[in-house]
T-cell receptor
C-alpha cells in the first residue's frame, strides 16, 4: 500500500513565524499535492508538483510556497504565518495518467496560528 | 472550471442502498469523475473513478449519464462503518482544474 506520511499531526505556531510542513511518500510517485481543508469548503488545492524541482500553483497559492528537492518529499512553507492560515493541511501523491485523480492522502496536519 | 454540487448531508440505515448524486454541469471533455471517502481525522480515501456509463468495483458503483453533467455514487447495503464524508471530484485535464465539492456527510443508523 502507498504510504503518505506527514511530519506532524498537530502544530501550533505564532503569527509571523515561518512554518514548514513536510510530506514523504514511499511509492516513487511523480505527482505530489498540498491541500487545505476548511469546514464547509471541502478541499482546496494550494500547490502541486509533477517532478523534482517542478511546481505549479493551485487554486489558493497566496501566502504559501513549496519545495521539492527529492522525489519522495514535498514541503509546504508558510513564509509569514497568519491566523487565516489556521486549517487542516493534507498532502497527497499520485502517478500521472488516466488515474492521476486517484490520489493517496496522508492523515493531515492540523495547524493553528495564534 | 467544472464546479461540483452535492447534497450537504444524507441519512440511511444499515443494509440499505445509498445513492449520492453530484452535479457538474461544466465538465470538460477530458475530465474524469472521482469519488473519495473521508473519516474524521484521516485523509480522503479513493473509492471509484469513471469517465462515462457505469463503473463497478468491490466497494461501490458509479453511474454517469450520457451528457456527463452529473454522476451518482451507489453504495450497496451500507453499514455503520460507511458513516463518512463523500467527495465528488472532477478534473484531470491539467492539475489546476482539480475541483473538490464540499462533500456529502452520510450518516448510517442502526
Amino acid at each position: 500500500d502507498v504510504k503518505v506520511t506527514q511530519s506532524s499531526r498537530y502544530l501550533v505556531k505564532r503569527t509571523g513565524e515561518k512554518v514548514f510542513l513536510e510530506c514523504v511518500q514511499d511509492m516513487d510517485h511523480e505527482n505530489m499535492f498540498w491541500y487545505r481543508q476548511d469546514p464547509g469548503l471541502g478541499l482546496r488545492l494550494i500547490y502541486f508538483s509533477y517532478d523534482v524541482k517542478m511546481k505549479e500553483k493551485g487554486d489558493i497559492p497566496e501566502g504559501y510556497s513549496v519545495s521539492r528537492e527529492k522525489k519522495e518529499r514535498f514541503s509546504l512553507i508558510l513564509e509569514s504565518a497568519s491566523t487565516n492560515q489556521t486549517s487542516m493541511y493534507l498532502c497527497a501523491s499520485s502517478q500521472p495518467g488516466d488515474r492521476d485523480l486517484a490520489q493517496h492522502f496522508g492523515d493531515g496536519t492540523r495547524l493553528s496560528i495564534l | 472550471l467544472a464546479k461540483t454540487t452535492q447534497p450537504i448531508s444524507m441519512d440511511s440505515y444499515e443494509g440499505q442502498e445509498v445513492n449520492i448524486t453530484c452535479s457538474h454541469n461544466n465538465i470538460a471533455t477530458n475530465d474524469y469523475i472521482t469519488w473519495y471517502q473521508q473519516f474524521p481525522s484521516q485523509g480522503p480515501r479513493f473509492i471509484i473513478q469513471g469517465y462515462k456509463t457505469k463503473v463497478t468495483n468491490e466497494v461501490a458503483s458509479l453511474f454517469i449519464p450520457a451528457d456527463r453533467k452529473s454522476s451518482t455514487l451507489s453504495l450497496p447495503r451500507v453499514s455503520l462503518s460507511d458513516t463518512a464524508v463523500y467527495y465528488c471530484l472532477v478534473g484531470g485535464g491539467g492539475y489546476n482544474k482539480l475541483i473538490f465539492g464540499a462533500g456529502t456527510r452520510l450518516a448510517v443508523h442502526p
